[in-house]
C-alpha cells in the first residue's frame, strides 16, 4: 500500500514540474516575442523617420 502512494506522489510531483516548467518557457517566450516586436517597432519608426 506504502509502495502505491510513493509512486503517487512521484507521479504527481512529476506532473507539477512540468506543468511550471512549461509555464516558465511559455513565459521567457512572450517576452522574448514582445521584445523582438518593440525591436521591430523601434527600428521601422526609426527608418521612417529617416526618410522624412
Do not use: C, D, F, P
Not at 18 to 23: D, F, I, N, S
Not at 33 to 39: D, E, K, M
Request: aromatic fraction near 4%; glycine fraction near 6%; charge should be positive.
Amino acid at each position: 500500500m506504502h509502495y502505491r502512494l510513493l509512486l503517487s506522489a512521484i507521479a504527481q510531483a512529476h506532473t507539477s514540474a512540468v506543468g511550471r516548467a512549461a509555464a516558465a518557457v511559455n513565459q521567457s517566450l512572450v517576452l522574448r516575442n514582445g521584445l523582438v516586436g518593440a525591436y521591430v517597432v523601434e527600428a521601422k519608426t526609426a527608418r521612417s523617420m529617416a526618410r522624412a
